[in-house]
């Protein structure tokens, strides 16, 4: 069987990695982390070095937090390229700015290697089930030719265009899900500062308009006052760093990107950088001296002492 490689074991890479090898995929991998790599080792996989897996595998992943770091591992000194044969493919699934992307692709091109950005949407919990959602850019043969091995790690993989353009579609991605996520803080801190009983507001919109996947898995997170991430504040916060760039040398205008950009940027630099990024309701949290999880209703305390109209 071909050989397949795959650097970058984190929240998300080691469960992709453990979905490949349950598929039967002969799996070689590279991680910074060292106990990292030996947990996938020991559901199957065999550690390697980069030179290694440029020279053995036909098909690499790269699932690394930004730009500098795929552009390190693939362009950098004793990268992929340095040992990759023509005719293999690399394959992004981190979530980076398409123009880095089309720098890489561009070089790739010349020595004759395919590259796919695939970035996925599902986070750690779809990562672990295999029902992420790739949003990819890249030659329609080339996805046709890696769409299987995509569909081990995720249940829909949709080509959005050619180099760069599923990182496009994964910028606006992620400046949905900000901008659901600051929705429902600032929807629950209004619930809560009018004394209502949050799990019963939560009962009673999720069947509504106002439901999604946000809803579902965030806000009970919020409630229980839990931040364990998920997804990072400080990864999402790159996000919309990159999104904010793209969008201004496209010359789109997105206001609401600036706005969900400094809150994540204010609350990394009050040390929420490390928790998940539903922990942007912390934000409305300072802004109104109350919190979901606790902390007072002030409206039911006037509603109590009858000074409201
Ligand atoms: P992570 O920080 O948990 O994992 C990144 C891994 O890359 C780490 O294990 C790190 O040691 C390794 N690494 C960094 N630089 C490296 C290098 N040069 N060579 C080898 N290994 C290196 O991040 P994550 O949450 O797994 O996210 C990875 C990417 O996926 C990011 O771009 C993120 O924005 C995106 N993403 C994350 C989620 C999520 O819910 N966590 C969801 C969708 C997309």
């Known amino acids: 069987?071909?050989?397949?490689?795959?650097?970058?074991?984190?929240?998300?890479?080691?469960?992709?990695?453990?979905?490949?090898l349950k598929a039967g995929v002969d799996l070689l991998v590279d991680d910074h982390h060292a106990d990292r790599v030996e947990?996938?080792?020991?559901?199957?996989?065999?550690?390697?070095?980069?030179?290694?897996?440029?020279?053995?595998?036909?098909?690499?992943?790269?699932?690394?937090?930004?730009?500098?770091?795929?552009?390190?591992?693939?362009l950098g000194e004793g990268g992929l390229l340095d040992f990759l044969r023509p005719g293999s493919t690399v394959i992004d699934m981190s979530s980076i700015n398409p123009k880095v992307t089309r720098e890489i692709a561009r070089k790739l091109e010349e020595q004759g290697i395919e590259m796919l950005d695939a970035p996925v949407s599902g986070g750690e919990t779809g990562a672990v089930a295999g029902t992420?959602?790739?949003?990819?850019?890249?030659?329609?043969?080339v996805f046709e030719k890696c769409r299987s091995l995509l569909l081990t790690m995720g249940e829909s993989a949709v080509l959005c265009g050619g180099p760069g353009a599923g990182g496009v579609v994964k910028l606006a991605n992620q400046i949905m899900v900000a901008a659901n996520i600051a929705g429902c803080s600032e929807a629950f801190m209004l619930a809560k500062m009018a004394g209502v009983d949050l799990e019963k507001a939560f009962?009673?919109?999720?069947?509504?308009?106002?439901?999604?996947?946000?809803?579902?898995?965030?806000?009970p997170a919020m409630l229980a006052g839990d931040f364990t991430p998920g997804f990072r504040m400080e990864l999402h916060s790159k996000?919309?760093?990159?999104?904010?760039?793209?969008?201004?040398?496209?010359?789109?205008p997105v206001p609401l990107t600036a706005q969900f950009q400094e809150m994540m940027t204010n609350l990394c630099a009050q040390g929420c950088e490390k928790e998940d990024h539903s922990g942007m309701v912390k934000y409305y949290a300072r802004l109104s001296g109350t919190d979901l999880a606790g902390g007072r209703a002030f409206e039911e305390e006037r509603w109590n002492k009858k000074d409201i109209i």
């Open 203 to 219: 009962e009673a919109v999720r069947g509504g308009l106002a439901g999604s996947r946000v809803l579902e898995t965030k806000v």
């Open 39 to 74: 947990a996938v080792v020991r559901a199957g996989a065999q550690a390697a070095k980069r030179s290694e897996i440029g020279r053995t595998c036909e098909t690499v992943f790269t699932m690394l937090p930004d730009g500098p770091q795929v552009k390190e591992a693939v």
């Open 132 to 141: 992420l959602s790739f949003m990819v850019g890249g030659r329609p043969e």
């Open 239 to 252: 996000d919309l760093r990159n999104a904010l760039e793209y969008a201004h040398f496209c010359g789109a």
């Open 1 to 20: 069987m071909k050989k397949v490689g795959f650097i970058g074991l984190g929240i998300m890479g080691s469960p992709m990695a453990v979905n490949l």
